[in-house]
């Protein structure tokens, strides 16, 4: 551009001035980060007087929007099935227990899909009604998969790093990389445990409270957290429903989250044998002749880098034409660069 405001272009080039040229690093350059990379701006979580790391207040001091707003899904719809399914009580056939107990613990065994048949819809309305909260109550359970559950398994990632390190020392900086990096498999391991311990103490219970041996236990808390919902064990006490209402929604969540992991670290491994395999894989004219963007005969860093995401799958021909787009929007003057006197232009109203 004419103007002489500072440039501050998505990639820089510098020759590496600091260290000494020798005759296998002359001509070469060094890549300085982007100031927009992640890591750049990365405000750290400070280190407290017992080592332990302090929650930031923007991830850990306060629930996530979208955990709110799940939260609140999940308690209109329950306390909606409550009373419903409570006005309706009489309308309802099996083994029967407390009035509202049995609404709510209706409500979970249909919105989980668990079904199993210990209390069932005895009219036309009851079986509407039914019908409409499984369906909606599907949905929800998607949401909370999709939105709150992977919230709370974020959360718990530093106390798993912090575990698996615990007799190294590993400051704020290595454990926020460390997840960073095997992010997937650290949320299935957490999940896994989780789910590992409501099978322990779904069995014990059941044999404790509902008097059922070992194997019948088991047999009752596999058919449950997989939905499948025999019927012919179950929760028919008092307090054994009082205890499925928070077990069963916990088990089948967190069955369904294990299984979207798992899809999760498929896909991961997927992607780094195509990049694996583009990184390795020998550059050829045809290679450099796709990655000149600008058609000038030359192929520099930042066109490179972009041919190999493209190559790697990370972005497509779509994503550069918007990004090149919003470039050419902004760049008023059409000088092929960027400044602060541009972004005014390009923000300032046209007039009429």
Known sequence: MASNDAREPLVRQLPDLAAPKTNG????????????APLANLDLPEKTDIGSIQRSESIFGKLHPSFLKVAIYLV?????????????????????????LDALYFTIVTMTTVGYGDLVPNSDLTKLLACAFVFTGMALVGLILSKAADYLVEKQEVLLVKALHRKDK????????????????????????????????????????EKLDIIDAFYCVCSTITTLGYGDKSFSSEGGRVFAVFWILMGT???????????ELNTEKRQKEISKMVLTRRTTNADLEA??????????VAEFIIYKLKEMGKITQEDISLVMQEFEELDVDQSGTLSPSDIA???SPRPS
């Open 253 to 263: 969540i967190c069955l369904g989250q294990l299984f979207l992991y798992i899809a």
């Open 170 to 209: 590993v400051g704020p900086t290595d454990i926020l990389k460390e997840i960073e990096v095997n992010k997937t498999i650290y949320k299935f391991f957490v999940v896994l445990s989780l789910l590992l311990a409501l099978i322990v103490t779904g069995t014990i219970f059941l044999v404790a409270v």
């Open 25 to 36: 690093q002359v001509g070469r350059r060094r890549v300085l980060r982007s100031r927009s």
């Open 76 to 100: 209109g719809y329950l306390s909606i099935g409550l009373v419903i399914f409570y006005l309706v009580r009489h309308q309802i056939a099996g083994k029967k227990t407390v009035g509202f």
């Open 345 to 347: 232009l390009a923000q």
């Open 291 to 300: 990655a000149d963007l600008d058609d000038d005969g030359n192929v520099g």
